[in-house]
């Protein structure tokens, strides 16, 4: 998998050898036949939005890709979930094993085969919250977290509701700049842009513009930007969306903050 080489290259000290998918699954690997239904089981159980039940999730989606290997999605839903749970596992330990869980399913996400805009989008993320638990490998990571967000923006840019573009945005806002990283609030705000392009009503994309509005000296335009992502999410919210709770909170206290300058 050529992606994933460049990416072993320029990130040795976060990316090592995955151990074989049916270790992940952590039990005997089901027959291929049961990896569709283990997906749904898993889809099911990450819709709760809990951590005993999203963990499940991982475990479930884990033991279809090691039923399947060639079926990304099980894999790509395995590192999803995994990722949610290094963002919400209260114990540090438990951040941290799911940041590396997820960085290891990542790896097996096309293997073979071309990587495809999720893979490498799934990668990146991973590799993130694996680097926010590991300070120590933060900037050695970042080459490759931005060289998969990229790779997924050129391959896909509206997967997910723009998320490779909104993800590059808060890299270039967040990451320190040249020549420690690649922090860029220019940068952030053009690919904040890209991401309202591409999922305008999307929450997470109008708290990335927000936040590269107000990097980048605009700060009557980011509390909008604000005002706006609020809006939506509850209006997602009141649609039942897993996820809505969370980016009411993330506007609040984003407008919280931009109201005391």
């Known amino acids: 998998m050529a992606g994933l080489a460049i990416l072993l290259?320029?990130?040795?000290?976060?990316?090592?050898?995955?151990p074989p998918l049916a270790d992940l699954a952590g039990g005997a690997?089901?027959?291929?036949?049961?990896?569709?239904?283990?997906?749904?089981?898993?889809?099911?159980?990450y819709a709760v939005r809990q951590p005993p039940a999203?963990?499940?999730?991982?475990?479930?989606?884990?033991?279809?890709?090691?039923?399947?290997?060639?079926?990304?999605?099980?894999?790509?839903?395995?590192?999803r979930a995994l990722v949610w749970l290094a963002d919400h596992e209260i114990a540090t330990a438990a951040r941290e094993q799911a940041a590396t869980r997820a960085v290891q399913a990542a790896q097996w996400c096309g293997a073979g085969r071309p990587p495809s805009p999720p893979c490498e989008f799934w990668l990146g993320a991973a590799l993130g919250v694996q680097a926010r638990e590991r300070p120590t490998t933060g900037v050695a990571a970042l080459p490759a977290i931005e060289a998969a967000f990229l790779a997924a923006a050129a391959g896909d840019p509206s997967?997910?509701?723009?998320?490779?573009?909104?993800?590059?945005?808060l890299l270039y806002l967040?990451?320190?700049?040249?020549?420690?990283?690649?922090?860029?609030?220019?940068?952030?705000?053009?690919?904040?842009?890209?991401?309202?392009?591409n999922?305008?009503?999307?929450?997470?994309n109008l708290l990335a513009l927000g936040e590269a509005l107000a990097a980048t000296g605009d700060p009557a335009g980011s509390r909008a930007r604000f005002e706006e992502a609020l809006e939506r999410a509850r209006s997602a919210a009141a649609?039942?969306?897993p996820d809505a709770a969370e980016w009411i909170r993330d506007a609040e206290v984003a407008i919280a903050r931009a109201d005391r300058g």
């Open 9 to 18: 290259t320029a990130c040795a000290p976060a990316l090592r050898t995955a």
């Open 29 to 45: 690997v089901p027959g291929r036949a049961e990896a569709p239904a283990l997906v749904e089981q898993a889809r099911t159980l």
């Open 54 to 79: 999203v963990g499940d999730a991982a475990s479930t989606a884990l033991r279809a890709a090691a039923a399947d290997p060639g079926n990304d999605a099980a894999i790509v839903l395995a590192v």
């Open 159 to 169: 997967y997910d509701k723009g998320a490779p573009d909104q993800a590059l945005a």
């Open 174 to 197: 967040r990451a320190p700049g040249w020549p420690a990283g690649p922090g860029d609030p220019e940068r952030g705000l053009e690919h904040a842009r890209r991401a309202v392009a």
């Open 199 to 204: 999922g305008p009503d999307h929450p997470p």
């Open 239 to 241: 649609a039942g969306d």
